[in-house]
């Protein structure tokens, strides 16, 4: 999958672009991923002028894919999808870079597009508008993480997840029987999922479970065969 990445003002823009006030840059003109991932576009604010300045980055419409999440990090810690303003007080001359605009890939291959204003919160005039162009392929082909004569399974995508993931797999005939069981750090089950053999996929539904670690473990014929790794973030 691959995702391409243009920064425009309603027209292609450089990469650093100077507003009364600011300066908004960082902003590259490519970036490559896969269906699943989380993909992180780093921007970097400054305030150009000798006073302390207030800017409020706001996420504006955009059309995104119905699997896909988009959202603000902030030193590496993600907000809430929900959240459409953040607001940050610069010092002169000071340059914020911990800023990143991420985007879950989501499901399905296809182009997305998100909108994001920076403006000074005193002086809503000095605005920059720009747009975030993502084209999602497919992910490519990923080797299993578990393999038997009886049951072949593919890591959980995306991971970490916010609402839901999907797992792969192949289930050899009907006598097999299979199932994932998700349970927190304590060991207590969150989750259980059968794996039919007429079906290749199972979604794992994560949106009333607490941010946090987590482990799926599949079972085949009654007996535990493997455990993975799961994080969920909000």
Same mark, same amino acid.
């Given at each position: 999958?691959?995702?391409?990445?243009?920064?425009v003002m309603?027209?292609?823009?450089?990469?650093?672009?100077? !507003?009364?006030? $600011? /300066?908004?840059?960082?902003?590259? *003109?490519?970036y490559k991923g896969t269906i699943g991932e989380t993909i992180?576009?780093?921007?970097?604010?400054?305030?150009?002028?000798?006073?302390?300045?207030?800017?409020?980055?706001?996420k504006l419409s955009g059309e995104?894919?119905?699997?896909q999440k988009n959202y603000l990090c902030v030193d590496g810690d993600c907000l809430d999808q929900r959240i459409e303003d953040y607001t940050v007080k610069l010092d002169a001359g000071q340059t914020l870079s911990s800023l990143q605009i991420a985007l879950d890939a989501g499901l399905v291959a296809g182009e997305s597009i998100v909108r994001y204003q920076v403006?000074?919160?005193?002086?809503?005039?000095? !605005?920059?508008? $720009? /747009?975030?162009?993502?084209?999602? *392929?497919?992910?490519?082909?990923?080797?299993?993480?578990?393999?038997?004569?009886l049951v072949t399974l593919h890591d959980v995508y995306p991971n970490p997840v916010v609402d839901q993931a999907v797992v792969?797999?192949?289930?050899?005939?009907t006598r097999t029987k299979a199932k994932l069981v998700v349970h927190n750090l304590l060991g207590n089950v969150v989750g259980e999922y059968t794996l039919p053999s007429m079906d290749n996929f199972v979604r794992v539904k994560t949106d009333d479970?607490?941010?946090g670690i987590y482990f799926y473990t599949l079972y085949v014929n009654n007996e535990s065969v493997m455990t993975h790794k799961l994080i969920v973030r909000k």
């Open positions: 999958m691959k995702f391409v990445l243009l920064a309603w027209v292609i823009i450089p990469c650093a672009v100077l !507003a009364q006030g $600011f /300066e908004v840059s960082g902003i590259q *003109d490519n992180k576009a780093p921007i970097r604010l400054k305030n150009t002028t000798d006073k302390a300045i207030t800017l409020v980055l706001r995104i894919g119905s699997t403006f000074n919160r005193y002086n809503p005039g000095h !605005a920059y508008d $720009f /747009e975030l162009n993502f084209n999602v *392929d497919e992910r490519p082909e990923k080797e299993s993480i578990y393999s038997s004569r792969e797999y192949k289930v050899a005939d479970m607490a941010a």
